[in-house]
C-alpha cells in the first residue's frame, strides 16, 4: 500500500511538533534560533563543519528563499550564499529586481556536508536523512518569517519543505500552495548554473532562473495587491 503523502502545511506543522533538542523546544525569536543551530546534534554533520549556517533576512519578509546546503565559503563564514553560488544568486536577484536584503535566505540542511580532496573540500548531497534531521529549523524560521512565497532552489529545498521527493522540471515555475498564506515557487539551485561547461548552455539555462524570479516576484506583487 503507497504512504500517503501529507500536505505541506501538515508537514511543516508535524516538523515544528516532533521532540527537539533541550534548546529546540522554547525558542522565542530568530536570534535564539541562531544560536541554538550551532548547539545542534540531529545528525551528524556538525562534526566536520565549522559552524551551522542558519537563515538570514528581515522577518516578516514576503519572499523567503531556501537552497540545499551552506557551502565551504558559507561554513567558514557563518552565512548562507556567500560564495560563488551566492554570487550567482545575486545578480540574478538583482536582474529580476529583487533587493537581497528584502529577502529571508536559508538552506534545507544547516552544516555544510563535504568530502576532503587534498586542501579543497566537495560539496556531497545530503540524504534524505539528514534533511529530515534538520526541517525541524526550516519549520521555525517559516514560523518566524510567515512569507507569502518560498522560492525552493533545487530538488532537495523542495522535498524539505513538502516532505516527500519532488522533481524540479515538474514543479517549476508553478505557484503552488504551500501553507496559508503562502504559497510554493519551484527554480533550479544557482550552484546547478556553475557546472554547465558549454558557455552558451550556461547563459540560455542562467536566463530562465532569472525568468523564474521575475515570475515569481510579479506573481508575489498580483497576489499582494488582491
Not at 506543522?13 to 541562531?34: F, K, Q, T, V
Not at 516532505?163 to 517549476?172: D, L
Amino acid at each position: 500500500m503507497a504512504t500517503r503523502q501529507r500536505p505541506p502545511e501538515e508537514h511543516v506543522a508535524r516538523a515544528r511538533s516532533e521532540r527537539g533538542d533541550a534548546i529546540g523546544r522554547h525558542l522565542n525569536s530568530i536570534e535564539e534560533l541562531r544560536d541554538a543551530v550551532n548547539a545542534c546534534r540531529r545528525c551528524g554533520l556538525w562534526r566536520n563543519a565549522t559552524q551551522g549556517v542558519p537563515g538570514e533576512g528581515p522577518l516578516k519578509a514576503d519572499l523567503m528563499l531556501v537552497g540545499e546546503q551552506p557551502g565551504d565559503a558559507e561554513d567558514l563564514e557563518g552565512h548562507p550564499f556567500v560564495g560563488p553560488a551566492g554570487s550567482i544568486l545575486d545578480r540574478a536577484l538583482q536582474e529580476a529586481g529583487i533587493t537581497r536584503r528584502d529577502v529571508f535566505v536559508s538552506n534545507a540542511v544547516k552544516h555544510f556536508k563535504f568530502e576532503p580532496r587534498g586542501k579543497r573540500r566537495l560539496h556531497v548531497k545530503p540524504n534524505v536523512e539528514e534533511i529530515e534531521a534538520c526541517r525541524w529549523w526550516l519549520a521555525e524560521e517559516l514560523k518566524f518569517v510567515q512569507p507569502k512565497l518560498v522560492i525552493a532552489l533545487g530538488a532537495s529545498a523542495a522535498r524539505s519543505l513538502l516532505g516527500h521527493t519532488v522533481t524540479v522540471s515538474a514543479m517549476r515555475g508553478l505557484p503552488t500552495p504551500f501553507m496559508e498564506d503562502t504559497h510554493l515557487w519551484v527554480t533550479v539551485h544557482p550552484s546547478y548554473l556553475l557546472r554547465i561547461p558549454d558557455h552558451a548552455s550556461q547563459r540560455a539555462e542562467y536566463s530562465k532562473f532569472v525568468d523564474d524570479l521575475e515570475g515569481a516576484l510579479a506573481w508575489a506583487k498580483r497576489k499582494a495587491a488582491k
